[in-house]
């Protein structure tokens, strides 16, 4: 994460003049939005692309949106809030300017997700907030 704040403050914060824009990526920046995980196993529950999405708008969602959600300060059993596997669903990402098979949630009134497969090993997930997705486009370039 910090490469990709360093990036945005030293580098693209200065293109953008509208100050909406400015703070809805800040937004985005600010929530971890991109986390990518390789796993030696991928067929293990835990490395699933499914389970890795859940997991990742789950700490999107406690982390970010706490006090939307109602979730007391601290540690906490409550568990209402949390997204459901039911939740995901089949989509499509373009990748390199190529459409991917691809999961997402899309039922969450505070943040869309969408995450794909990379390679056997390695998935990416990708958590938004919600609001900013006028200002998004949702196409992502892999770096070699």
């Known amino acids: 994460m910090d490469t990709?704040?360093?990036v945005w403050n030293d580098t693209l914060k200065a293109m953008f003049v509208n100050q909406n824009t400015i703070d809805a990526v800040q937004k985005?920046?600010?929530?971890?939005?991109?986390?990518?995980a390789w796993h030696a196993s991928p067929d293990a529950e835990h490395s699933s692309l499914s389970r890795q999405?859940?997991?990742?708008?789950?700490?999107?969602l406690r982390n970010c949106f706490?006090?939307?959600?109602?979730i007391p300060a601290g540690?906490?059993?409550?568990?209402?809030?949390?997204v459901k596997p039911s939740a995901v669903a089949e989509a499509s990402l373009e990748v390199n300017g190529n459409h991917r098979p691809a999961t997402h949630i899309d039922t969450d009134p505070f943040v869309y997700a969408?995450?794909?497969?990379v390679d056997e090993h390695t998935v990416s997930t990708n958590v938004?907030?919600?609001?900013?997705?006028?200002?998004?486009?949702?196409?992502?370039?892999?770096l070699a």
Request: no cysteine; proline share 6%.
């Open 28 to 36: 985005v920046v600010d929530s971890e939005a991109t986390r990518t």
């Open 128 to 142: 938004f907030p919600r609001d900013s997705l006028p200002l998004l486009d949702l196409s992502l370039t892999t």
């Open 66 to 70: 706490r006090e939307q959600l109602g």
């Open 53 to 60: 999405l859940v997991d990742h708008t789950n700490h999107v």
């Open 4 to 6: 990709v704040q360093a």
């Open 75 to 82: 540690p906490t059993r409550t568990t209402d809030w949390k």
């Open 114 to 117: 969408v995450g794909f497969r």
